[in-house]
Nanobody
């Protein structure tokens, strides 16, 4: 079972940028970034295949960008021009990606990192 550890969350002001990191163990797999607002379902933000050749962007297309460096066993989520509505717990998950169907199914979760956007 792979282990995933998120980091990089914190408090920022509207308009700021933040980069989240997801360090994973084991064989590189597709990794998805998801977020959850208290009381709501966890939603897909973006997903990247094991070698980075396929990316699914579900939420915040244009402001958020996913990337990975398998030499560092890390997947990143670059978030720009953050808004208060981006406030959430962000999770990465080893996932099963189907680019043709535009789906990313999470399998193993990290523990999450909190992002708060507030002035």
């Amino acid at each position: 079972q792979p282990r995933l550890v998120e980091s990089g969350g914190g408090w920022v002001q509207p308009g700021d940028s933040l980069t989240l990191s997801c360090k994973f163990s084991g064989f590189p797999s597709a990794i998805g970034w998801f977020r959850q607002v208290s009381g709501s379902e966890r939603e897909l933000v973006s997903c990247i295949s094991s070698l980075g050749e396929n990316i699914i962007e579900r939420s915040e297309k244009g402001r958020f960008a996913i990337s990975r460096d398998n030499s560092k066993n890390t997947v990143y989520l670059q978030m720009n021009n953050l808004k208060p509505e981006d406030t959430a717990d962000y999770y990465c998950a080893a996932s099963f990606i189907r680019p043709a169907e535009n789906t990313c199914r999470p399998i193993y979760w990290g523990q999450g990192t909190q992002v708060t956007v507030s002035s």
